[in-house]
């Protein structure tokens, strides 16, 4: 199975602030990567798939980028909305693996 | 709009137990999509379960699952279901459908998802 390993597990943040995750799988993924966003209580939202492809109605404040076995997730300015959890998906091979999330918490 | 809304849950099963989740489908052409149930024990991680292409003919699930649950789907009904044998307290989770991104391709995507159903072994 594809291991995901995301850092940091934990990232306290101001509005305003550029924060960026990584997310690292255990092989070569090519692009096939995708980020969601989860709040408390609430399903998870796709962001980003084929590791930068923003989704429909995202803002583009998010940037996703990497490949092979190195991903990254950028908020360029950090919005009251978007403190949440932050989790990678691997679609290359099965089993799908998700990585174990960054919350993004209030600093 | 495009909706899923899951069903079934909400009940507490003993270990060895069965329940069979459901899911409906709204909004878009349920019979053109792969769909996913990925689940989310509690302050955990999520965790992919299984996916059913469109028109049921190929499966896939996590080892975790394999054997013991099956998932299926009535596209007469825009519904799809995970039903779940054997059940062990590791089985507790809230348990989400998703759609699959794309339209008659594996994307593997999961673009609009349920807002979940619990399901608790004790």
């Known amino acids: 199975d594809i291991q995901l390993t995301q850092s940091p597990s934990s990232l306290p943040a101001f509005v305003g602030d550029r924060v960026t995750i990584t997310c690292r799988a255990s092989?070569?993924?090519?692009?096939?990567l995708a980020w969601y966003q989860q709040k408390p209580g609430k399903a998870p939202k796709l962001l980003i798939y084929a590791a930068s492809t923003l989704q429909s109605g995202v803002p583009s404040r998010f940037r996703g980028s990497g490949s092979g076995t190195e991903f990254t997730l950028t908020i360029s300015s950090l919005q009251p909305e978007d403190f949440a959890t932050y989790s990678c998906q691997q679609v290359d091979s099965y089993p799908l693996t998700f990585g174990g999330g960054t919350k993004v918490e209030i600093k | 709009q495009v909706q899923l809304v899951e069903s079934g849950g909400g009940v507490v099963v003993q270990p060895g137990g069965s329940l069979r989740l459901s899911c409906a489908a709204s909004g878009f052409t349920f019979n053109n999509h792969v769909m996913h149930w990925v689940r989310q024990a509690p302050g955990k991680g999520l965790d992919w379960v299984a996916f059913i292409d469109y028109d049921g003919n190929t499966e896939y699930y996590a080892d975790s699952v394999k054997g013991r649950f099956t998932v299926s789907r009535d596209n007469s009904r825009n519904t799809f279901y995970l039903q779940m044998n054997s059940l062990r307290g590791e089985d507790t989770a809230v348990y989400y459908c998703a759609k699959d991104r794309e339209e008659n391709y594996y994307s593997y995507y999961m673009d609009v998802w349920g807002k979940g159903t619990t399901v608790t072994v004790s």
């Open positions: 092989q070569d993924i090519s692009n096939y």
